[in-house]
């Protein structure tokens, strides 16, 4: 390689440009989308699409288009959803239902569809003006005027919405991502609107969140002590609203991302105004956005109440320390009072020590000379040298306690140091 070593990922990355190809087309064409969910992640792929003829994967298979029953068939997986895209000639009329072979595809895959989506190619070149529906259809012109579009977002018989899209003047590259837009549109509409039973649901344990947390902070401010059953209770909540949040944020920042999605398709039309008609981008702007409004709403209103359950926690949790630092108070008080007794009593015990120790000291020494005595010694004498003795005796046997209680005392800051 010229540049030397290349970086693993290189080519993964650069392949995402062209991870999801369009399908190109000309002249009358029917294209029939399906998108499909799962439980909890993207259906898989039926092991039939990887061997169509003349196919063509991306992605490890992930994408792909091949032959299909007269036409061509794409798939694609996404995050969350399958999509199915069959492009065949034009063969029948608005409201009809889609070929059998292509209904028999899509049940072959496990899952629920979420958008179904038919969109109508008709020419109208060499100056031939096509019959435009009722005027209960929305239309935009679209692609700087060289198509026009009308749909009026309703379900058909066979359950699909359908754009009738009337070509002027795209070739087969722009009429292909045209119509894919329009796909991507309706697709990525309804994936965002799975996050408003959600919202609903929101809104109603809102309420019951709201109830829990004022009796709470009512209660808060009329108790003098923080009990056990209120710190458990708080704690409940918090658990309770973090356990709901974390289910409900996944839904809610997918369908922020996908309301994105549409509004960008929209904007890559280039729509202009059709007689007598709404705009198509005007009429999802006034029918799709307050759904996703709402949506935001009960998500803003979540992170509110979370905030608020936190900052009650930290409330209590200050309260809870406060009271903690009282009993401490109270407690190095109380200490503090029993060591001053006990410093008391224990100067009254070291007096009663020093007496004890003199009178016993004074005894064997008056023992002793009565001993002496007994040799001759005179006992006026003996008895002269007891009297003189106890005032020598106390002071030494009070400075040797009071140098044992100076030793005792400094031993533990020597020991430190």
Request: with cysteine; glycine share 6%; charged share 25%.
């Amino acid at each position: 390689m010229p540049f030397g070593s290349e970086h693993p990922l290189r080519k993964e990355l650069h392949d995402e440009l062209h991870a999801r190809p369009s399908l190109y087309f000309d002249g009358d064409t029917d294209v029939w989308h399906v998108a499909i969910v799962g439980d909890n992640a993207p259906p898989p792929i039926p092991a039939s699409l990887p061997g169509l003829e003349d196919v063509s994967t991306t992605h490890q298979g992930n994408h792909g288009i091949g032959r299909f029953a007269g036409g061509w068939l794409k798939w694609e997986a996404h995050t969350e959803f399958l999509t199915l895209t069959f492009v065949v000639p034009a063969s029948a009329e608005p409201g009809s239902s889609p070929p059998q072979a292509f209904q028999a595809c899509c049940r072959e895959i496990d899952g629920k569809a979420i958008a179904a989506v038919r969109v109508l190619v008709r020419d109208e070149k060499d100056g031939q003006v096509l019959e435009k529906p009722k005027l209960d259809y929305v239309a935009s012109k679209v692609g700087g005027g060289d198509a026009e579009v009308h749909s009026n977002f309703r379900l058909s018989d066979s359950g699909f919405v359908e754009f009738l899209l009337f070509n002027r003047n795209l070739n087969a590259y722009r009429t292909g991502r045209m119509v894919r837009r329009f796909l991507e549109i309706e697709t990525y509409r309804m994936m965002a609107l799975l996050a408003l039973p959600m919202a609903r649901e929101t809104v109603s344990q809102l309420s019951a969140f709201d109830r829990r947390l004022d009796l709470l902070i009512t209660h808060m401010q009329s108790a003098v002590k923080v009990d056990k059953a209120l710190l458990s209770e708080v704690t409940r909540l918090s658990s309770d609203v973090l356990n709901f949040s974390a289910l409900a944020r996944h839904r809610f920042g997918a369908t922020k991302a996908y309301a994105e999605i549409v509004a960008s398709r929209i904007s890559e039309l280039r729509e202009e105004r059709a007689e007598q008609r709404q705009r198509i981008g005007t009429f999802i702007d006034r029918r799709f956005q307050p759904a996703v409004r709402s949506v935001s709403a009960a998500e803003r209103r979540l992170d509110e109440l979370a905030e608020r359950v936190s900052l009650a926690g930290d409330l209590l949790r200050t309260t809870v320390q406060v009271q903690l630092e009282d009993q401490n108070a109270s407690l190095l008080t109380s200490m503090e009072e029993r060591a001053r007794v006990q410093v008391h009593i224990q100067q009254a015990v070291e007096g009663f020590s020093v007496i004890a120790i003199t009178y016993y000291t004074i005894g064997l020494a008056k023992i002793c000379l009565d001993s002496i005595t007994a040799l001759g010694v005179d006992p006026h004498v003996a008895k002269l040298a007891v009297l003189g003795a106890i005032p020598l005796v106390l002071f030494a046997v009070w400075a040797a306690v009071r140098h044992v209680r100076k030793s005792i005392a400094g031993s533990p800051l020597k020991a430190h140091e």
